[in-house]
């Protein structure tokens, strides 16, 4: 990953480093921007293995360090730094410009020092484009594991070794049986 630039609507796998502590999740790049030299990514991250379910969505402003590290984390409930891993896929920004292009700059005030961000219908309209883009991104995120998910089971009906769709997964024996099984 490290020849990738990180891009708005990128969405990755990653591990969140919160307090402290290395957690498992995810990201979607909602803008980058560069300042003095120095990039910056606007992303929205979400903590647990399956983004689709997470209620812990936080919204935050890095400095990108490289093409798989941010760090300088500024909001984002104690959210210090993140390695991205894996691009999971790419939300069609295009569909987004005018919400995102209204949206970033306010979220990016919020964590400037001139204010506490946006308020009133400003603030409703930025709460507006960030709520279509999580449930874009859920709904893309859903579909990707569902799709995973028939891949695993055609895998084992074909008698591929389990320890293989692990190692290529990422994910645990146990989860690949209850993928097979369809108990989640």
Not at 2 to 8: E, F, G, K, T, V
Not at 12 to 39: F, M, P, R
Not at 86 to 115: C, M, V, W
Request: aromatic share 4%.
């Amino acid at each position: 990953m490290s020849n990738q630039q990180i891009q708005a609507g990128d969405a990755y796998t990653a591990d969140l480093i919160v307090n402290g502590w290395t957690v498992n999740g995810s990201v979607l790049v909602l803008s980058v921007e560069t300042v003095n030299g120095a990039q910056y990514a606007l992303l929205l991250a979400a903590q647990g293995d399956d983004p689709t379910t997470s209620s812990r969505w936080m919204h935050a402003r890095g400095q990108v360090v490289s093409a798989n590290s941010i760090s300088s984390i500024e909001g984002g409930n104690g959210l210090d730094s993140i390695r991205l891993h894996a691009k999971t896929g790419h939300l069609d920004t295009d569909n987004y410009a005018y919400e995102l292009s209204q949206a970033a700059p306010q979220i990016n005030r919020r964590f400037g020092p001139a204010g506490d961000g946006p308020v009133g219908e400003e603030g409703l309209a930025t709460l507006g484009a960030m709520t279509r883009v999580i449930q874009d991104y859920k709904d893309c995120v859903a579909e990707a594991v569902e799709e995973r998910d028939d891949m695993i089971r055609r895998l084992i009906a074909g008698r591929v070794p389990v320890k293989d769709i692990t190692a290529r997964a990422g994910l645990s024996r146990e989860r690949v049986y209850q993928i097979r099984d369809g108990r989640r």
